[in-house]
Nanobody, 120 residues
């Protein structure tokens, strides 16, 4: 059974930083494109960043240059370093296997997510 666990969220002032972590069990991490997604109530969940096993990355335009995705396949863990956070980054952040056109599809059931709140 696949289990995805996100952590590292919190409340931060605009301009601050957070590092999110995603641990995965029940999958061979290195076989999967992985992604960070975020969801705001009333809006569609969106892909924030994705990373291939070969470290090729993809970012949402609004976070490019501020967020950095990375992965450690040996440890089955993925990170999202978020710098210069803005109030519009406030959301629940999730990780998942990314698939399909533009990596907008996902491979596994969602975890509980981690709340990121950025105050102005």
């Amino acid at each position: 059974q696949v289990q995805l666990v996100e952590s590292g969220g919190g409340l931060v002032q605009a301009g601050g930083s957070l590092r999110l972590s995603c641990t995965a069990s029940g999958i061979t991490f290195s076989d999967n494109v992985m992604g960070w997604y975020r969801h705001v109530l009333g809006k569609q969940r969106e892909l924030v960043a994705g990373i291939r096993p070969g470290r090729v990355t993809k970012y949402l335009n609004s976070v490019r240059g501020r967020f950095t995705i990375s992965r450690d396949d040996a440890e089955n863990i993925m990170y999202l370093q978020m710098n210069n956070l803005k109030p519009e980054d406030t959301a629940v952040y999730y990780c998942n296997g990314a698939r399909g056109l533009g990596w907008h599809g996902t491979s596994f059931s969602w975890g509980q997510g981690t709340q990121v709140t950025v105050s102005s």
